[in-house]
């Protein structure tokens, strides 16, 4: 089993980016994905999830209406649209994956994890 993240990167605050996890190893339409982000200093908290057929997602209250969660089972893909980047959305990005269908909010809850990706957003 193995989780790619990429896609980070350093952009200015109000900027957009685009996470991809590339996923391996595991029967897309059996687990569900989620992005999970920690700043310098900080525990890691939840960013977003979703089911593995996409009808459900799940946001962090600081991110909702400006995050987008998406997956392509397909092509063994999950997404992480970004769009008007605060500095405090700062820290490395990591996605996740749990063998059910049902996401959950606690990093305990993922069997699998990325290596994270790095998004840095000045001010």
């Known amino acids: 089993v193995q989780l790619q993240a990429s896609g980070g990167g350093l952009v200015q605050s109000g900027g957009s980016l685009r996470l991809s996890c590339a996923v391996s190893?595991?029967?897309?339409?059996?687990?569900?994905i989620a992005w999970f982000r920690q700043a310098p200093g900080k525990e890691r908290d939840f960013v977003a999830a979703i089911k593995p057929r996409a009808y459900n997602t799940n946001y962090a209250d600081s991110v909702k209406g400006r995050f987008t969660i998406s997956r392509d089972n397909a092509k063994n893909m999950v997404y992480l649209q970004m769009n008007s980047l605060k500095p405090e959305d700062t820290a490395v990005y990591y996605c996740a994956a749990r063998g059910q269908t049902y996401f959950s909010t606690s990093d305990a809850a993922y069997d699998y994890w990325g290596q994270g990706t790095q998004v840095t957003v000045s001010s």
């Open positions: 190893g595991l029967a897309m339409d059996s687990v569900a």
